[in-house]
Each structure stands twice: as C-alpha cells, then as structure tokens.
C-alpha cells in the first residue's frame, strides 16, 4: 500500500505558476506510473499528465506546454510545474499511484483568479 501527500496548492492570479509536490510513503521507483488528476466543480475527475516508470510522460490537451510533470525517485516524489495557469485549471488537483491498485492522495486545491 502506497500512501500519497500532495502539497503546493494555492491561489493565484491568471498567468502565474504553481508546483504541485506528491510525496509517496514508500519507493516509487518501481510502480508502474505516477499521475496528476483534478477535478473541478461539477466535473468529472481527469487526467492532468502522469509519467511512466520509464520518465515517458503524457499530458492532457488543455495544459501541453504549460504543465511539466516530474519524478525524483530518490526523494519518492512527483512534481507537476504549472505555468502560465488560467482560471479554467481551477480544481482539487490529485495525486495518483497506478500499480497493481490505484492509490490515491486526498487532494490540493488549485485556484486560478482572472
């Protein structure tokens, strides 16, 4: 069992930058893919990026080119830099675990002002 912190949520204004911290409890170096979702009121939850246990990432259509995410094996953390936000990235951001089981963090909340 895997449990997942996530840190480095906020308010800020159109156009500024986040990074978002996913602490894992144990290593992350073998399970088999590390991923950011959110969701936003009255939506469903979705896919932000997430990044294979071999550094091969994937990002949503709405945030390639302003959202990095990262892993650091060593530290057991993922990381998703976020630039250049618009209120549309307004959301409980998660962290998520994919593995055998999918293990889930309790979520920061992101907020994006116009």
């Known amino acids: 069992q895997v449990q997942l912190v996530e840190s480095g949520g906020g308010l800020v204004q159109a156009g500024g930058s986040l990074r978002l911290s996913c602490a894992a409890s144990k290593s992350i170096f073998s399970i088999n893919a590390m991923g950011w979702y959110r969701q936003a009121p009255g939506k469903q939850r979705e896919l932000v990026a997430d990044i294979s246990r071999f550094g091969r990432t994937n990002y949503a259509d709405s945030v390639k080119g302003r959202f990095t995410i990262s892993r650091d094996n060593a530290k057991n953390t993922v990381y998703l830099q976020m630039n250049s936000l618009k209120p549309e990235d307004t959301a409980v951001y998660y962290c998520?675990?994919?593995?055998?089981?999918?293990?889930w963090g309790q979520g920061t909340q992101v907020t994006v002002s116009s």
């Open positions: 998520n675990a994919r593995d055998i089981y999918d293990y």
